[in-house]
């Protein structure tokens, strides 16, 4: 979870317990407090439906199951003044789901304005305890050159993957597999991504030590820097 989804959880859940304080407040029938509580939570129960929305699934809540729940168990009550007491609990709990769907609608639009997907410093803000492993037989002994390194964080550019063009690159060349290069066969690990991204990712370093392949559990980013930042090592 990042800053931005905890702050938005704080903020929805704050609304409710508003919204629930006043409906308390309002109506005649005052319901007991844990009771009430537990009501909410339950009417939150629905039956939903997945929307892909930038690079997330997001929950569009169709049927309120929990309402129905409760209405088939507190309407038998007292007559149904059980269900007279708590129902505007009840459908409150339910309507907390398009909260939280618009919360959901709104994030991803704020985390990329502070969190830009297009500039590597976002996914790679602090390289002070960054180290080079070696992932594949191709790659030779270098160490990172740590002047170069931050600059090449902050000027490097967002490209495109030429993923087909890499493939025939490798794959066409006619030379065995033992024998074929990796173009990314060094792994960047300890460098730390911009404070409250919540970004988990894993950074591949091209051979010639000017391109970073980063890739998360949503997507796959390359940048390209003017200069190696990788030198011979000792």
């Given at each position: 979870m990042n800053v931005i989804e905890l702050l938005s959880s704080i903020l929805s859940w704050s609304a409710i317990i508003f919204a629930a304080r006043?409906?308390?407040?309002?109506?005649?029938?005052?319901?007991?407090?844990?009771?009430?509580?537990?009501?909410?939570?339950?009417?939150?129960?629905?039956?939903?439906?997945?929307?892909?929305?930038?690079?997330?699934?997001?929950?569009?809540?169709?049927?309120?199951?929990?309402?129905?729940?409760?209405?088939?168990?507190?309407?038998?009550?007292?007559?149904?003044?059980s269900w007279l007491r708590y129902r505007r609990f009840a459908w409150l709990g339910f309507l907390a789901n398009y909260l939280f769907l618009t919360i959901s609608l709104i994030n991803p639009i704020i985390h990329s304005a502070i969190y830009p997907k297009d500039d590597l410093s976002t996914y790679i803000s602090d390289a002070g305890e960054a180290k080079l492993l070696i992932t594949h037989p191709s790659g030779n002994e270098k160490k990172l050159d740590f002047t170069s390194l931050n600059k090449q964080i902050r000027n490097a550019k967002n490209e495109p993957i030429y993923s087909d063009l890499w493939y025939n690159e490798v794959f066409e060349s006619g030379e065995e597999e033992t024998m074929i290069d990796e173009r990314f066969p060094y792994q960047l690990?300890?460098?730390?991504?911009?404070?409250?991204?919540?970004?988990?990712?894993?950074?591949?370093?091209?051979?010639?030590?000017?391109?970073?392949?980063?890739?998360?559990?949503?997507?796959?980013?390359?940048?390209?820097?003017?200069?190696?930042?990788?030198?011979e090592g000792e």
């Open positions: 006043w409906v308390y407040r309002s109506q005649n029938l005052k319901p007991n407090v844990w009771k009430m509580t537990v009501v909410v939570i339950l009417g939150l129960f629905s039956f939903s439906i997945n929307l892909p929305y930038m690079d997330q699934q997001v929950k569009l809540a169709i049927l309120p199951l929990g309402v129905w729940i409760l209405y088939a168990v507190l309407s038998k009550k007292n007559e149904g003044s690990t300890g460098a730390k991504p911009k404070w409250g991204s919540g970004l988990q990712t894993v950074i591949y370093i091209e051979q010639d030590g000017k391109g970073f392949l980063i890739s998360t559990p949503q997507q796959q980013l390359y940048f390209r820097s003017a200069t190696s930042f990788l030198k």
